[in-house]
């Protein structure tokens, strides 16, 4: 993902965030290395929102240890969680198993960025398969890193979201300024 790219991802994330954080609302997202995936959590405890971290190892392990001041402000005022045992560690399908759980706690699914094959997209067909509503955020046709959001785009599986109101109106929450569909 280029500097640019990474930006813009970086902004939508919080415009999206702070968008839907005006209505009470829980951030759902997994916590990753590359710094910029902790940013939706670190946007709601900005905001006093409320999050949740789905670790995919032992609660009692930060993963990576780079997160660990992070998960203890999520841990204070939200939810630290995992499925394993303490003294699991993560790997790479508990990684995958854990997208299950994202997607059933969530009341939607909105992918903001998503290679061909990912983790991202894992969560989004589980999400599917729940019944739970979908959006993806359409990114720069040159960047592998929309390649998965584009197909869930074109193959009908996803709404295309742009902003916080695109998703409160997928969530069917009034938006000021839009008539809801008929």
Not at 52 to 61: D, F, Q, T
Not at 83 to 95: I, L, M, N, Q
Request: aromatic content about 2%.
């Amino acid at each position: 993902v280029s500097n640019a790219d990474a930006e813009r991802i970086r902004l939508l994330r919080l415009g999206v965030l702070r968008g839907l954080l005006e209505h009470p609302r829980v951030v759902d997202e997994c916590l990753r290395w590359r710094p910029r995936l902790a940013e939706a959590h670190r946007a709601a405890l900005a905001v006093g929102g409320v999050t949740i971290a789905l670790l995919a190892g032992g609660v009692e392990r930060a993963y990576p240890a780079g997160h660990t001041g992070l998960i203890d402000r999520i841990a204070a005022t939200g939810l630290v969680a995992s499925e394993v045992p303490c003294g699991s560690a993560p790997t790479k399908w508990r990684f995958l198993q854990r997208n299950r759980l994202i997607a059933a706690l969530g009341d939607a699914t909105v992918v903001v960025e998503a290679g061909w094959r990912s983790g991202s997209l894992n969560t989004a067909n589980h999400a599917s398969t729940l019944g739970r509503p979908l959006g993806a955020v359409p990114g720069p046709i040159t960047s592998a890193a929309s390649v998965g959001t584009h197909r869930l785009l074109r193959e009908g599986r996803a709404q295309c979201i742009t902003n916080g109101d695109d998703v409160r109106e997928m969530l069917g929450l009034p938006v000021p300024g839009r008539t809801p569909a008929e």
